[in-house]
């Protein structure tokens, strides 16, 4: 079996036994790795720390029969780098987080790499440990996800139309059309949100007060909602305190 080296944030935890665990990670490297950590919880004298906690960042050593998607990899080593105890600080940090990592482990594939999305992430967890708000901060994260998948919206004019928003003027979100949609074209859509005036420039990433940040979380929310086939669970408690 081919022992394989990378960077990797966890994502996901399984209790299997009562020894080992299944994990989710995202590696810088691989994309998402299933594996089961056999023994993790019965040791601290051995290869692995005394836990493997989610969110973490850390080296990862694994092992993989071919072709890889048949089964689990099994962890052969694990080092902690990064444990972000500020996200635990507050819980409106920790929910982004989660969110964070859902996403992503719901719009990413097994053995799929994404460097910079996965650098994206370690900075978002890194940027929400002492985030005094987080709504904009995940947005940014929102973003940089559906830019490296390939779903990212066209935002920038009417996806029927091709004309530029117009300052002041109704505007719509359709994630089935996959960008905006004006005011002269949006009733040929069943399927569609309206967007806040407000949140168009945080939305195209170009910067906007955190009041405005919600509208966006809420429409890139929806957007990932559709690609994933289901809302994500933790969405609705983004904006818990």
């Not at 994990?23 to 594996?35: D, E, K, P, T, W």
């Not at 935002?155 to 059309?177: K, N, W």
């Amino acid at each position: 079996m081919a022992l394989t080296k990378d960077e990797a944030v966890v994502l996901r935890r399984l209790d299997y036994s009562e020894t080992s665990q299944v994990l989710v990670f995202f590696a810088r490297q691989s994309g998402i790795v299933r594996a089961i950590a056999k023994g993790v919880k019965r040791s601290t004298k051995t290869r692995f720390a005394p836990a493997i906690d989610l969110l973490d960042v850390g080296h990862l050593v694994f092992s993989t029969r071919s072709p890889r998607q048949s089964q689990l990899a099994t962890v052969t080593e694990w080092k902690q780098t990064h444990a972000f105890s500020g996200l635990r600080e507050r819980l409106d940090r920790l929910h982004a987080a989660q969110y964070a990592a859902e996403v992503v482990a719901g719009l990413t594939t097994d053995w799929d790499p994404h460097p910079a999305l996965f650098d994206a992430l370690v900075d978002l967890l890194r940027g929400l440990c002492d985030a005094p708000a987080v709504i904009g901060l995940l947005v940014a994260f929102q973003r940089t996800l559906l830019h490296e998948v390939g779903l990212l919206p066209e935002l920038d004019a009417c996806i029927s139309c091709g004309r530029a928003p117009v300052p002041r003027e109704p505007l719509y979100f359709s994630s089935h059309e996959g960008g905006l949609i004006c005011r002269d074209c949006e009733a040929a859509y069943v399927e569609k949100r309206q967007v806040r005036p407000a949140s168009l420039g945080i939305l195209r990433g170009e910067g906007a007060p955190e009041e405005s940040a919600a509208g966006a979380f809420d429409i890139l929310n929806y957007h990932i909602s559709h690609m994933m086939g289901r809302a994500p669970v933790t969405a609705p408690l983004v904006r818990v305190r």
